[in-house]
């Protein structure tokens, strides 16, 4: 049955995309992104987006809630960090590398976590291996550097743990 659950959300998530792509309620280009999407859906047996059904649960669905509200409040404020450097006349950016502990169950809320981290601006997640993630900044932040990049690093990932683990 987890098989199916991923072939059905996949297919739903995809066929989402293909009706927001192409803006279109003709019944002609509705049956063919559903065939499209099943097909794509069947092919892959769903690996792109797992079983979505447990996020019915209210718990995970407000944490999942929680996650993408949080997220959008982080890039809003780095993009807004990112544009008053640009604008500035002599672009203060002082770039590292700091290494940070990862260390979640789920390989795709790890995955999460660092395209989260590389989505928002002036981060880029540039390897994980084992329980450990390299973040490089565009602008190291002030103070001590690895305590704030593990804050980061763990506010995605604590959100994140109420969903998959």
């Known amino acids: 049955m ?3 659950a ?12 293909w009706i927001f792509l192409t803006l279109s309620f003709h019944p002609q280009e509705l049956v063919l992104g559903l065939g499209v999407s099943l097909i794509i859906a069947i092919v892959t047996q769903g690996v ?8 019915l649960k209210p718990a995970r669905l407000a944490a999942g809630i929680g996650y993408v509200l949080y997220f959008l409040g982080k890039m809003f404020m780095a993009n807004i960090d990112v544009l008053l450097r640009v604008l500035r006349p002599v672009v203060p950016v002082k770039p590292g590398i700091v290494k940070a502990s990862l260390v979640m169950n789920s390989e795709r809320a790890r995955n999460i976590v660092a395209n989260s981290i590389t989505l928002t ?27 704030e990049t593990q804050a980061m690093v763990d506010g995605f990932a604590d959100r994140l743990k109420g969903i998959f683990e």
Do not use: K
Request: with cysteine; glycine share 8%; aromatic share 14%.
């Open 48 to 55: 792109f987006t797992g079983n979505w059904f447990r996020l």
């Open 121 to 147: 601006p002036g981060t880029l997640t540039v390897e994980m291996n084992g329980t450990s993630i390299f973040v490089h900044w565009i602008s190291l932040p002030e103070g001590d550097i690895h305590l």
């Open 6 to 17: 991923s072939v059905i959300t996949t297919t739903v998530v995809l066929f989402c995309i």
């Open 2 to 4: 987890n098989r199916y």
